[in-house]
């Protein structure tokens, strides 16, 4: 049995108020069976008033689950669209040459640093069911073919998750430093931050078997079944369940949908820059050539 994690804990150690809106549905799928199917059953009229000694095993397996395609929002982080283009760049190699001879020098210059891509999930509104968010990302729709981002990101389950991948920069080039000048390579890349939204629509059509077993032994004392749509329309008007469950639909075929939003963010380098600029050598600067 699957019970809904504290959100207020994840939001207080972010620093920030965070307001989600997770469904639960084992926990109402349990709370159903409990309270509906014992509800005129002599033979187990007892086993409501003594539930903490029973465990209930929700099985989906005739129960089906799609889901649509995501609908899109994606904007660039306010804190690199300010005017000042060195803040999307991000040094990763710097070296420098002097050349105090009459002749010039050829230097090679070889060198290989990482950077990071970050993405960062988190699930504003949706649900739950087998303990799992069950919804798959395509980051590669969103952010440059470049940024070492899998095909899918997958959804697993409500807390805030964070997918990494290293990437690999390299610098291999010679130059020549002119007589009685200096020369500085740096390595550069472009680091890009941006925020997509995703929307996603999921239908569910079926039924939810629960087995009922005594704790002490594991005898199953009881089997019920009940169709999916049956048990959303109970909680979409009960009261312990009916705000959770606004956003339920449940159409004339019994088919359920569920809206699920969730918000990714993305930091990755996409592009390196070699720059290299040729300075004069200072006559106080007495430093030995390299």
């Known amino acids: 049995m699957h019970k809904r994690s504290p959100q207020s804990t994840m939001a207080a150690a972010q ?9 639960d549905l084992d926990s109402c799928i349990e709370e159903f069976f409990w309270t509906e199917r014992f509800r005129y059953s002599r033979s187990f009229c007892g086993l409501r008033n ?49 050349n105090s001879t009459k002749g010039n020098q050829e230097y090679n210059i070889s060198s290989q640093r990482n950077t990071t891509s970050v993405c960062e999930t988190v699930v504003n509104e949706g649900h739950t069911i087998g303990g799992k968010i069950g919804i798959k990302l395509k980051p ?27 990437m690999q920069w390299g610098i291999n080039t010679k130059i020549t430093v002119p007589p009685d000048k200096r020369v500085i390579a740096k390595l550069i890349v472009s ?10 629509l999921s239908w569910f059509k079926g039924e939810v078997l629960a087995k009922f077993r005594n704790k002490k032994n594991n005898v199953m004392i009881a089997l019920c079944r009940a169709p999916i ?16 469950m606004k956003r339920a639909n449940v159409d004339r075929e019994g088919t359920v949908t569920l809206e699920s939003s969730i918000t990714c963010k993305f930091r990755y380098s996409v592009q ?19």
């Open 15 to 23: 620093g920030q108020p965070e307001k989600r809106d997770i469904i």
């Open 50 to 98: 003594n539930r903490n000694q029973f465990e209930v095993e929700l099985v989906f397996k005739n129960l089906t689950k799609e889901n649509s395609p995501p609908t899109t929002s994606v904007h660039k982080d306010s804190d690199l669209t300010g005017d000042d283009p060195q803040e999307k760049n991000l040094l990763l190699y710097k070296t420098e040459f002097r």
């Open 140 to 166: 590669g729709d969103i952010v440059e073919a470049g940024a070492g981002f899998k095909e899918e990101i997958s959804i697993i389950n409500e807390e805030r998750e964070t997918v990494q991948h290293e």
């Open 191 to 200: 680091d890009e931050r941006l925020t997509a939204d995703f929307v996603i």
């Open 229 to 244: 749509h049956r048990i959303i329309n109970w909680a979409k008007s009960n009261k312990d369940y009916s705000v959770a």
């Open 272 to 290: 390196q820059h070699v720059v290299i600029t040729e300075h004069e050598i200072e006559k106080s600067d007495n430093s030995p050539t390299e």
